[in-house]
């Protein structure tokens, strides 16, 4: 009820018109606001007016510049850092420890049978092509190489480059020896069926010739089922032999196996999944983590894993390994540190993998329902992935979505290593160590594939950096405020002194466009007819005689104003339109002034 008196009032307010002007509005704005400037516009003199006006228009100016900048200012999110080093006893970290080669080459030789005697064919054509041409006849399955073949490119000529398939038969063998800086390995990318091809660089062969060898691997591993590849890496129990932590004893039941397809089979040390984190008790050697490890160097895959060792991670509880950007090799003679970074730049990469080339890199985490990269199923994979690798605005893409956690732990890591056993204690250690874990008397163990880790906090000093909001809306609304009130001397309530005069100036625009466009669709109702208006006897007639027509030449100059055609209007006196005579609700009688309806 409220809502439709209140609508019907503005109703009877645009057909009565605006109550005053835009000058009358501006003027009592100007008399009652409490900014100082524009009272003294009204009330001096013409030349202090002038003055006025000039002096607050300036000072408008420099408030709004002012409130620009600082609205600038907080939305760019700046931060002040604080950072503090205290002493308290920690949780011992997640350890994560990788063999350097996936796969067992044992149990994965059937699957690159094909490949690897491509590899040894391409290292023969390079190294000797004299005695590879005797045996370039025998039997080779060329189908990986068609999809991504390996040639040598000849620039010593830069007007006419040479471009030679390492297996065609059009050239001489001579022609594969090429050390000058002229010539180099490339990798040919195709994508369309062949029609669209390009060339990947490289400035050595042994670069390119390893590339090309886990590229042709990626794809094969990429069709085999998750389980195959689990068994076909080494298990937990050949390479864990000995666990200790603190004065408890472990073995590798105590790890968490997962599966990290550029290493294998991976296992972490106190992940914090399923149990409770394992606090440290003291720093030192004797309350950490030590292990005794075997590596099976004997059996890595010769082309894929040209590193002999364990890749090692310290991480948080509960937070995903990524071992092969952020890991360490254990080795001997060395000493290095890692940071951590951030983490899901590979996922993005990924997803981009599978917007643009239709299925993921196997390398990579892979969301449900997406099926890995593969020269069968998705031909041009290789070609759209080396492109997406070298993409820079993918690198950046990626960067802008991917931002630093709240919360993180960064674990730097010292590494010294001797020769371990001795040659004095080898005998011995072996025999025990082959003993539990074979339950042979005879060493099975050889010395090049054993790894001993000792892993312990140094020290118990942490460091914390913490991050706050340099500039908040309490700071913004202060700023905003002083600016105001120092220029031009006004509050909040000038604010919305202002905000109300523009809701009155739209108020009246919009009455006078209701009431321009009324009176531009009443004017042409008003001039009806061309001509003088018709007599009282021609209108009685014309109704009660219809076969009377007036006639044109009696009638005089207003004759010709009503055609034959045309309809005359009812004769008579329209009757009076006295308002005093009707009834209407008190609700919708308004009085002649702004005020409610009486």
Same mark, same amino acid.
């Given at each position: 009820? &409220?809502?439709?008196?209140?609508?019907?009032? +503005?109703?009877?307010?645009?057909?009565?018109?605006?109550?005053? /002007?835009?000058?009358?509005?501006?003027?009592?704005y100007c008399d009652n606001t409490n900014t100082h400037g524009p009272k003294r516009i009204i009330c001096e003199g013409p030349k202090k007016k002038a003055m006025w006006f000039l002096i607050t228009l300036l000072f408008a100016a420099l408030v709004c510049w002012q409130w620009g900048v600082f609205i600038n200012t907080y939305l760019s999110w700046e931060v002040s850092v604080s950072l503090s080093v205290g002493f308290k006893a920690m949780d011992f970290p997640a350890v994560t420890i990788c063999n350097a080669s996936p796969f067992k080459y044992s149990k994965v030789k059937h699957l690159l049978k094909d490949l690897d005697e491509l590899m040894e064919a391409v290292l023969e054509r390079i190294l000797a092509p004299e005695s590879s041409h005797a045996n370039a006849t025998r039997a080779l399955n060329f189908t990986i190489w068609n999809y991504t073949p390996l040639f040598l490119i000849d620039e010593r000529n830069p007007h006419d480059p040479v471009?030679?398939?390492?297996?065609?038969?059009? &050239?001489?063998?001579?022609?594969?020896?090429?050390?000058?800086?002229?010539?180099?390995?490339?990798?040919?990318?195709c994508r369309l069926n062949g029609t669209e091809c390009t060339f990947q660089n490289f400035t050595s062969a042994t670069q390119a010739v390893t590339e090309w060898y886990v590229l042709q691997a990626t794809n094969i591993f990429a069709q085999v089922p998750f389980q195959e590849l689990v068994q076909m890496g080494y298990p937990a129990e050949q390479v864990i032999l000995s666990c200790l932590f603190g004065a408890e004893p472990c073995n590798y039941r105590n790890f968490t196996s997962i599966f990290y397809p550029p290493y294998g089979n991976c296992y972490i040390f106190n992940w914090g999944m399923m149990e409770k984190a394992l606090p440290s008790a003291n720093p030192g050697t004797e309350f950490g983590l030590k292990l005794i490890l075997d590596i099976g160097e004997e059996d890595y895959v010769p082309f894929l894993a040209s590193t002999a060792g364990v890749r090692l991670l310290l991480h948080e509880q509960r937070s995903y390994p990524f071992i092969r950007e952020e890991g360490?090799?254990?080795? $001997?003679?060395?000493?290095?540190?890692?940071?951590v970074l951030v983490a899901c730049l590979h996922s993005c990469f990924q997803d981009h993998m599978i917007r643009n080339c239709s299925c993921g890199h196997y390398l990579y985490p892979l969301p449900p329902g997406e099926k890995y990269c593969n020269n069968?199923?998705?031909?041009?994979?290789?070609? +759209?992935? @080396?492109?997406?690798?070298? $993409?820079?605005?993918?690198?950046? /893409? +990626?960067?802008?979505? +991917?931002? #630093?956690?709240?919360?993180?732990?960064?674990?730097?890591?010292?590494?010294?290593?001797?020769?371990?056993?001795?040659?004095? $204690? #080898?005998?011995?250690?072996?025999?025990?160590?082959?003993? #539990?874990?074979?339950? @042979?008397?005879?060493?099975?163990?050889?010395?090049?594939?054993?790894?001993?880790?000792?892993?312990?906090?140094?020290?118990?000093?942490?460091?914390?950096?913490e991050e706050s909001a340099a500039n908040n809306i309490v700071w913004l609304l202060s700023n905003l405020g002083g600016q105001f009130g120092f220029w031009m001397g006004g509050s909040v309530l000038c604010l919305?002194?202002? !905000?109300?005069?523009?809701?009155d100036f739209v108020w009246i625009t919009i009455i006078k466009l209701v009431g321009f466009a009324k009176s531009s669709r009443q004017r042409p109702a008003s001039a009806r007819y061309a001509g003088p208006p018709p007599t009282v006897a021609e209108l009685? #007639? !014309? &109704?009660?005689n219809f076969g009377f027509q007036p006639d044109a030449a009696s009638h005089g100059p207003g004759a010709e104003a009503y055609p034959d055609e045309q309809a005359l209007p009812i004769p008579g006196t329209p009757p009076p339109n006295y308002d005093s005579l009707r009834l209407q609700p008190l609700d919708v009688i308004e009085s002649d002034s702004e005020g409610d309806a009486i």
């Open positions: 009820m &409220h809502v439709k008196k209140y609508l019907l009032k +503005c109703l009877h307010r645009l057909q009565k018109g605006p109550g005053y /002007t835009y000058k009358e509005l501006l003027v009592w471009v030679l398939d390492l297996f065609a038969d059009n &050239h001489n063998d001579s022609a594969i020896i090429c050390n000058d800086p002229g010539c180099k390995m490339a990798m040919r990318l360490i090799y254990a080795m $001997s003679a060395t000493e290095t540190s890692i940071g069968w199923d998705f031909p041009d994979w290789a070609r +759209c992935y @080396s492109a997406l690798q070298m $993409s820079l605005a993918q690198r950046e /893409t +990626c960067i802008g979505l +991917c931002k #630093e956690s709240c919360n993180d732990t960064q674990y730097k890591m010292t590494i010294s290593m001797a020769d371990w056993p001795s040659e004095a $204690s #080898e005998d011995w250690i072996f025999h025990v160590l082959s003993q #539990e874990r074979d339950q @042979s008397t005879n060493i099975t163990l050889s010395k090049k594939g054993i790894v001993k880790l000792n892993i312990y906090f140094q020290e118990f000093n942490y460091r914390t950096i919305i002194e202002f !905000a109300e005069i523009i809701i009685v #007639e !014309a &109704h009660t």
